[in-house]
């Protein structure tokens, strides 16, 4: 079957599952306005949890609670004609698979391959683990990180109070090091990265942070960090990019505007939730103000005041502001940039309402674009920014640049196929669009 075939049956599938489940409900047509205004409402009680305080946050709540349960009430109400219903249920669990399995087809049969050395590496002779023990709840400890390092030969030296990281890991490779790896969360993986990106040494990630966001996009398995540790003694070498922002190295994101402020917080590290919620109502509610950072997109259109700026290792896979979170491919030589600002023709709440019902791009207030190099200015001449999720203060203007294949990664024989999975990128109605017109090869 050609490609564009598949994917042409694979959106014919998803058409005619939108036209089966909208006969579904519209034999229905009083649950279909709850299911409607209930969505209504549970986008309404999310902004009013998010933007306000006191008594309409609490309203906010209870709105949101009562949509989803009327929406939940349309799904689950019972119904004379099972025996039909659960027939139309078959047909649409079908299509779902047939849109699934065909264009998964497609998109793998256009992935490029993922850059990899063209032989297994040789195996260090003096590799060094850096421990983070706080890290992840202590995953080093509980996953017997060290003692493992140990079977496999590989030196262990671990973080603890009143050290630096960045000394750590430089004296490792003053004494000798010629692999190095980290056992940590993200911030802490960049930082090492960056030391062996400086000596042009192999990286190995072990995956023993909380979330982990450059193990979950390199195809490496997070809930046991003990399955990477293979690469010291069995792995293979594969290149990615890196980015850098005023030369500082970063392996996932910057990410500028509300989530830089919320993360400068002391108390987000222990409690992100209710931070993030004492801080929202004066960031986006009816007195805020606009940030201070301003950029110029290839069309030359000026941003100023956005509300959101995030420059990315390589861009996200169908982000729309909803979905971050992976990355298909860490190897394309691009950044992505993502910007949502408050126009003089759209308001905020407009703008998350956009965003919640994936119509962003109509708004005229989010772009996205892929880019090599891009500029951030402010007024003030600094901005606060979450590199990799550190909290830092950078000099402005920011100057962001990506460095294709510049990353040595040391990663177990297994991980190369994951990686092909993941350059595969998730199946989406507008990629498999681009395919069937042929746009996409």
């Known amino acids: 079957m050609s490609t564009r075939l598949a994917a042409a049956l694979a959106l014919a599938s998803w058409v005619v599952l939108i036209l089966v489940a909208f006969a579904f409900l519209f034999d229905r047509p009083l649950e279909l306005v709850i299911a409607l205004v209930g969505t209504l409402l549970a986008l309404l009680g999310a902004w009013w949890i998010a933007t306000e305080r006191q008594w309409r946050r609490w309203v906010g709540l209870a709105s949101t609670i009562a949509a989803f349960g009327a929406v939940l009430?349309?799904?689950?109400?019972?119904?004379?004609?099972r025996s039909g219903r659960a027939v139309q249920a078959l047909v649409m669990v079908a299509l779902l698979i047939a849109f699934n399995l065909l264009g998964r087809y497609a998109v793998r049969a256009v992935a490029g391959p993922v850059d990899v050395a063209d032989h297994p590496a040789i195996r260090p002779e003096h590799p060094v683990m850096i421990g983070n023990p706080w890290s992840g709840g202590g995953k080093v400890d509980s996953f017997g990180l060290k003692d493992l390092a140990a079977e496999l030969g590989v030196e262990v030296v671990m973080l603890a109070d009143g050290l630096d990281l960045e000394e750590l890991a430089r004296d490792a490779v003053d004494r000798g090091a010629d692999a190095i790896g980290?056992?940590?969360?993200?911030?802490?993986?960049?930082?090492?990265?960056?030391?062996?990106?400086?000596?042009?040494?192999?990286?190995?990630?072990?995956?023993?942070?909380?979330?982990?966001h450059l193990a979950l996009d390199l195809g490496l398995d997070r809930d046991d960090p003990r399955l990477a540790m293979v690469a010291f003694t069995e792995g293979v070498e594969r290149r990615i990019d890196y980015g850098t922002v005023n030369g500082r190295l970063f392996v996932n994101n910057v990410s500028l505007g509300v989530y830089a402020e919320v993360v400068q917080q002391d108390s987000y590290r222990d409690a992100k939730a209710e931070?993030?919620?004492?801080?929202?109502?004066?960031?986006?509610?009816?007195?805020?103000?606009?940030?201070?950072?301003?950029?110029?997109?290839?069309?030359?259109?000026?941003?100023?005041?956005?509300?959101?700026?995030?420059?990315?290792?390589n861009p996200?896979?169908?982000?729309?502001?909803?979905?971050?979170?992976?990355?298909?491919?860490?190897?394309?030589?691009?950044?992505?940039a993502i910007a949502l600002w408050e126009g003089s023709d759209v308001t905020l709440p407009e703008i998350v309402?956009?965003?919640?019902?994936?119509?962003?791009?109509?708004?005229?207030?989010?772009?996205?674009?892929?880019?090599?190099?891009?500029?951030?200015?402010?007024?003030?001449?600094?901005?606060?920014?979450?590199?990799?999720?550190?909290?830092?203060?950078?000099?402005?203007?920011?100057?962001?640049?990506i460095h294709p294949l510049g990353l040595r990664l040391l990663v177990p024989p297994d991980n190369i196929e994951a990686a092909h999975e993941r350059a595969t990128g998730d199946v989406t109605l507008n990629r498999l669009w681009q395919i069937a017109r042929g746009a996409s090869s």
């Open 275 to 313: 931070t993030t919620l004492d801080l929202l109502p004066d960031m986006l509610g009816r007195q805020a103000e606009p940030f201070d950072l301003q950029l110029t997109l290839p069309d030359g259109t000026e941003v100023d005041g956005a509300y959101l700026i995030q420059i990315s290792n």
């Open 353 to 401: 309402a956009a965003a919640a019902t994936r119509r962003l791009d109509q708004t005229g207030a989010l772009a996205e674009i892929k880019c090599t190099t891009i500029e951030v200015r402010s007024r003030s001449g600094t901005a606060y920014a979450g590199v990799d999720g550190e909290a830092l203060e950078l000099e402005t203007p920011m100057d962001f640049r």
């Open 316 to 336: 996200y896979q169908d982000s729309s502001l909803l979905q971050f979170g992976e990355r298909p491919r860490i190897d394309t030589g691009q950044l992505g």
């Open 182 to 212: 980290m056992a940590g969360g993200d911030g802490s993986q960049a930082l090492v990265a960056s030391i062996a990106v400086e000596h042009d040494i192999p990286y190995v990630c072990i995956p023993a942070g909380t979330r982990n």
């Open 73 to 81: 009430w349309t799904i689950i109400a019972t119904d004379e004609d």
